[in-house]
Each structure stands twice: as structure tokens, then as C-alpha cells.
């Protein structure tokens, strides 16, 4: 039977494409909001982050009615670290929204995230949107999606897919790319018209499939799902299996029943199929798990999470400033932190290692960690970061593979050379090169992950801040053997104290900076890096000796180059091996793992020597 006053659809394309700005729109002119109401711009971003990047990181949920009919709507993240959270919650929908920009067209995530929304055979309604830019082209984007499609070997009914032209940022929509719609109503009627309505027996026993989770601290885990059959209300008995883990049955019981209405939840007594649900009271309820009537226990097929493909150690921070800064420093405060984020996000891995102050965490690449790691800054927690290392796996013949990444770069002509030389030197190999668009070239590599780490610095760097890079998860693949991360040493203050402008003056020649005076340092501490390939200890501690005589130029003011503030980003991408990144909610210093020099010499002798 299918339930035809409701529809589950997601948002799905690459990063910047104006999903969630979309979204904003199709909220306002579904009457959600009061009109005198205040919105903020980009309303389902709720987490600070994702507010100050731009960018969606956890996929979010809402409901719009328009003429009677229910429309669930999940707006899903675009950037390829949160590819778990787009995988799964395509299970709960029965369409999607492909949005593609105007001028760039397809890009490398819109062929990752329709490849998923092809095989699980979901309609998609292709959105062109950004219509109003000088520089749009839809009649070439649309020509792209097509080829898009075919590349990925569409059938023919999902080749015959709706387009629709639309400005999220002014709010209209048309089905013709040249006449200028006034408002959002040709994409709500493609979306009652060509989405499938959700199909069920409510008479047959409770299925639900739980597909994100949320996470409250009053209430504990949140598990969000569609009731694919029969119904669901509060206070019944089911039993919660997975298609995973046969073995697995508990009985448990709905205590709270939700539905989502613009941005709330709303609590329900029942909910039937097709409906999009959140459940609480179970608290150990977890993503791919089915909750079943009782008689009749049936898990639906659900696939697996994504394997983690890149690791950070976080430990107790044990330098000369630690505690001074941080209100939660100790290893206790760290490992329950962790394991607290595993609640929500799927795609993370914490283990705990040999030693009791450090932990290793793993994910699906920098964007992913650091992001968590800012979090944790935010709330007042103080630790300690090793560089980030690529998790390797061995295949059947014994040898050892690696994750291989494929890089899609645009860049203005004259700045191609400069990116092919760094690449092929960190092990990638050039497979395409073509005209992409506005003038700029499109490069194709196949580089190891590990090969990636610590470059989105330099590549910004060698293109002025003109190219971009885009990257897509490509499988493991053999070893491609040993690698340089950086070409270039630190400059370690080797006492502690204050640092001087007499000190930094002289140390300036030696290099780029990366503190200024008055700030503090200690022995060990990395202060700026230097041209050469060593590291050089010098001392910004240094004060001008005293003398009774005064030369002419004497009172002349020393001239400090500002020095060179490094993000979190550009910190993580900077350390190597040997260093670590101390994150306090006030500063970001990089230090060496061993901070004594001589101990640093002698295990720098012992490394040689093997």
C-alpha cells in the first residue's frame, strides 16, 4: 500500500552547491515561520562550526507540509570526510534533490553522492541551482548531469529525471532555464509529482530501520528511522536486531515517539509507514539496527559504515604549560570525551592504546578530526595531537595496501606545472588532464591518502589561492612505498621564558616566525620553521648585553616581520612525525615529542643507525 500524503526526500550534492541554503527557502515558503519571524541564514546548521565554514557536517532533518502533503526533508553534508553520514540516510528517504551549481556543474562529489542514490534506485530531481550568476551556463550543466548519469549507467527511467532551475538565494524556481521563476512552487509540485510515495503493509508487523542517531544530554541516544512496516506507538514492546549481527536480540520499549514538523520534534502517540521517526529511551540503540514486533523479528539489510581510513593520537597534554590554559586536562576527562562523540558520529573509531594517557583516533580524513578536535578546544579541554597517519591494511596475498584518493584539481593555467611536480613527488600520478571551466585547467591524480597529508597548505600557497582541490575515497591499493612529508626544518627555542624582540630579531634570518614577542615558550617548543632541510635551535629568549658605550645606531628600533599565525588546519598539516600540536582553548604550539635536546640527538642517532 503506498501512503500518499507524505514524502521522504533528501538533499544531496558536492560541497558549496547551495543545499541547506535551499532548504532555508523551501522552510520559508512552506509557512514554517511566523512573518514577522527573524531567520537566520542557513537555519539548519546548528553547530558553530559548520556555521562559521559554511559547510553541513551532520546531516539534519525537518518537515514541510504543502497542499496536505507531508514532505520529509534530510539535508545531507557535501564534503567527501562525512560521505558515512550521506550513505546511510538514503535509506530512510524514497527520492532525491541532486543541486548542481550554474558555473562549476558536476563535481566530484555530485558523482559520489548520485552514484549512491543510483544504486539504491532512488528518483532524483535534478536541481540546477545558482541561476541568477553572471557567469551560469545551465545548458552545459545540464548536458554534464546527463553524461553523469550514463558514466554511471543509469537506467532509463532515472535518465529521464525532472529538471528544475532555481535561485535557493532569492527563493524562485522554474522548469524553464530562460524564463525566471517568482517562487519555490515548481519544486514542490516536481517533488509530489515525480517522488514516489512511500510503500508498506500497516497491517503486518512493526519494521523500522534506524538510520542516524542524535544525541541529548537529557535524554540520552536518539535513534532516527522510517517505519517501513506496520506501526510504531509509545510504550510498545520490540525487539531491536541487525542485519549484521544475527545473533543479536533485546527486547525493549518505546518510552518517547517523535515526528518532525519544520525544525521541532513533535511528540506522537503512533506513527505508520512512511513516517520519519525519533525514538527515545533506548540507550543503546545504534545505526543499521532494526526495531521488530516481537512475533515477527526481520532486520533489514542495511550496508556497513565506512571504514575509517586515517588515525590521530590524542593524549594528555605534558609540556611545560600544560593546565595553565585548559579547564579538563587530565586523561580521564579525554578518553570520556571521546567515547561521549561516538554517540553520534558513526564513522569515528576510538581505541585505547598501550599507554593509559593516549588514544587513537580514527576517522575518514582531516577535515573529519579536526573538526572534533576544534569541538573539544571550544569546551575547554587541553591535550596533545601526533600527526595524522593513514591506517593500512594487507590484502590477501599478504602485501600491504594503503587508501588511494582521487584528486580533482582546477587551477589557472600557469600554476598546473607547480601542482603536477609536488603531487608526482608525494607518490601521484596524473591520469587526466583537461579544460575545466572559466579558463582553468582540470588535472585528474590518483595519490595515496597519506600523500595528501599536510599539502592543502602548500597547494593554496603555489596558486595563490586560486586553485581548488577535490578529493573522493578511492579504495585501497598497493603501497606505494616511503614518503617525505616536509621538505623543510623548525626552529626550536632550546630554553624557556618570554620571548624577546632581541631574540626573535636575530632569530628572523634563520626563517618564518611563528610567534611574536611576550608570548611564552619553552625548551623544545617549535617557534618558526627555517629553509633548510634540518631543524636549528636558537634562543628568542635573548636579551642585548649591556655595555657602557653607545654606537650611533643603537637606538634604532628592531623591525620584526609579523609572524605567521597557523590555523588548526595548518597547524595539523605542518607537524611531522616527530612533533606534536598542544591544543589549549586559548593557543595552538607545536612542539617536538622529545623535548630534550640532547635526549632529541640521541634518538635522532638511533633512528640513522637503522
Known amino acids: ?24 527557502e523551501l522552510l520559508k515558503q512552506s509557512g514554517v515561520f511566523r512573518e514577522n519571524q527573524e531567520v537566520a541564514e542557513r537555519v539548519m546548521d546548528s553547530n558553530d562550526i559548520e556555521r562559521e565554514r559554511g559547510i553541513t557536517i551532520l ?55 548520485l552514484r549512491k542514490a543510483l544504486e539504491l534506485s532512488l528518483p532524483v530531481i535534478v536541481c540546477v541551482n545558482k541561476i541568477d550568476r553572471p557567469e551560469a551556463r545551465p545548458a552545459e550543466v545540464v548536458d554534464e548531469v546527463l553524461e553523469l548519469f550514463i558514466d554511471l549507467e543509469a537506467d532509463d527511467a532515472q535518465l ?19 524564463k525566471e521563476g517568482t517562487d519555490m512552487v515548481p519544486l514542490f509540485e516536481t517533488i509530489l509529482d515525480y517522488i514516489p510515495a ?38 510498545q514492546d520490540v525487539v531491536i536486531c541487525n542485519h549484521h549481527d544475527p545473533e543479536m536480540q533485546r527486547k525493549v520499549k518505546v518510552s518517547k515517539l517523535y515526528e518532525f514538523d519544520g525544525l521541532q520534534k513533535v511528540e506522537v502517540k503512533e506513527a505508520g509507514i512512511g513516517s520519519i521517526v525519533a525514538i527515545s529511551g533506548i540507550s543503546d540503540i545504534h545505526i543499521g539496527d532494526t526495531l521488530c514486533a516481537p512475533e515477527d523479528v526481520r532486520p533489514i539489510p542495511f550496508q556497513k559504515i565506512s571504514e575509517p581510513t586515517i588515525a590521530i593520537h590524542f593524549m594528555v597534554n605534558d609540556s611545560p604549560l600544560a593546565g595553565t590554559e585548559g579547564k579538563f586536562v587530565t586523561s580521564r576527562h579525554l578518553r570520556d570525551r571521546l567515547f561521549r562523540e561516538l554517540n553520534t558520529d558513526v564513522s569515528l573509531r576510538v581505541e585505547e592504546t598501550e599507554s593509559m594517557d593516549s588514544f587513537k583516533v580514527s576517522g575518514r580524513g582531516e577535515l573529519h578530526l579536526s573538526v572534533l578536535i576544534e569541538n573539544m578546544r571550544r569546551e575547554g ?16 596475498n599478504g602485501k600491504k595496501t594503503e587508501p588511494m584518493e582521487l584528486a580533482y584539481v582546477d587551477v589557472p593555467e600557469e600554476f598546473s606545472g607547480a601542482v603536477i611536480r609536488k603531487l608526482s613527488e608525494r607518490k601521484g600520478e596524473l591520469q587526466g588532464m583537461g579544460q575545466g571551466t572559466g579558463g582553468y585547467t582540470r588535472l585528474t591524480f590518483s595519490i595515496p591518502s597519506r600523500g595528501l597529508i599536510g599539502y592543502r597548505g602548500e597547494f593554496m600557497t603555489d596558486t595563490k589561492g586560486n586553485g ?30 618570554e620571548a624577546i ?33 634540518e631543524d636549528i635551535e636558537i634562543n628568542v629568549c635573548k636579551t642585548k648585553h649591556l655595555t657602557n658605550t653607545r654606537s650611533s645606531s643603537a637606538d634604532e628600533a628592531l623591525k620584526l616581520v609579523p609572524p605567521k599565525v597557523l590555523s588548526l588546519e595548518q597547524a595539523l598539516d605542518f607537524i611531522d612525525t616527530d612533533e606534536l600540536l598542544e591544543v589549549t582553548p586559548e593557543s595552538l604550539r607545536i612542539r617536538k615529542k622529545i623535548l630534550d635536546p640532547t635526549l632529541r640527538k640521541r634518538a635522532g642517532f638511533k633512528k640513522n643507525d637503522q
Open 1 to 24: 500500500m503506498k501512503r500518499e500524503d507524505v514524502r521522504n526526500v533528501a538533499i544531496i550534492a558536492h560541497v558549496d552547491h547551495g543545499k541547506t541554503t535551499l532548504v532555508d
Open 59 to 113: 546531516s539534519k532533518n525537518t518537515a514541510i507540509t504543502y497542499k496536505g502533503t507531508k514532505i520529509n526533508i534530510i539535508d545531507t553534508p557535501g564534503h567527501a570526510d562525512f560521505g558515512g553520514e550521506v550513505e546511510r540516510v538514503l535509506k530512510m528517504v524514497n527520492g532525491v534533490i541532486l543541486v548542481v551549481d550554474a558555473f562549476e556543474g558536476a563535481m566530484p562529489q555530485t558523482k559520489f553522492v
Open 160 to 178: 529521464d529525471c525532472p529538471f528544475v532551475y532555481a535561485s535557493a538565494k532569492t527563493g524562485t524556481a522554474s522548469l524553464d532555464m530562460d
Open 198 to 235: 512511500p510503500e508498506g503493509d500497516p497491517d503486518a508487523a512493526t519494521q523500522v530501520l534506524i538510520s542516524t542517531i542524535d544525541y541529548n544530554e537529557y535524554v540520552g541516544r536518539i535513534g532516527i528511522g522510517k517505519v517501513d512496516n506496520g506501526k510504531i506507538s509509545v510504550n
Open 381 to 396: 579541554f587541553e591535550f596533545a595531537v601526533s600527526k595524522a597517519e593513514v591506517l593500512y591494511h594487507t590484502d590477501e
Open 468 to 497: 581548488i582541490l577535490n578529493t573522493v575515497f578511492d579504495g585501497y591499493g598497493p603501497y606505494k612505498g616511503d614518503l617525505a612529508y616536509r621538505s623543510n626544518g623548525s626552529l626550536i627555542a632550546f630554553e624557556a621564558g
Open 501 to 533: 624582540t632581541y631574540g626573535l630579531f636575530n632569530a628572523q634570518e634563520r626563517g618564518t616566525l611563528f610567534i611574536g614577542p611576550g608570548e611564552k615558550v619553552y625548551s623544545g617548543m617549535v617557534v618558526g620553521e627555517t629553509g633548510r632541510a
